[in-house]
């Protein structure tokens, strides 16, 4: 084996500070339009006639019920129920 006897060491390269370098310059994203998405919803027939009930008016009902509609004549005896339990 050999003993090293001396050493040199190369100074590290030095940057040229004289060249000015400009700043990364970040580009704003253009947001460009997302397609929509559209989900399609089907609603069953018997969900459209308890819509169909739930919107109509006191009137439609009563005369309904008095044309022997059953769901207008349960409607009626529910709220003449819950008009009593209030009273």
Do not use: C, F, N, Y
């Amino acid at each position: 084996m050999s003993d090293i006897t001396s050493v040199t060491q190369t100074p590290p390269a030095v940057q040229d500070t004289s060249v000015s370098q400009k700043p990364v310059e970040s580009k704003p994203t253009e947001s460009k339009p997302q397609p929509s998405v559209l989900d399609t919803v089907q609603i069953s027939t018997s969900a459209k006639g308890m819509m169909q009930e739930a919107m109509e008016s006191r009137a439609q009902t009563v005369q309904e019920a008095s044309k022997g509609d059953m769901q207008a004549q349960r409607l009626q005896a529910r709220e003449a129920a819950t008009a009593k339990l209030l009273a």
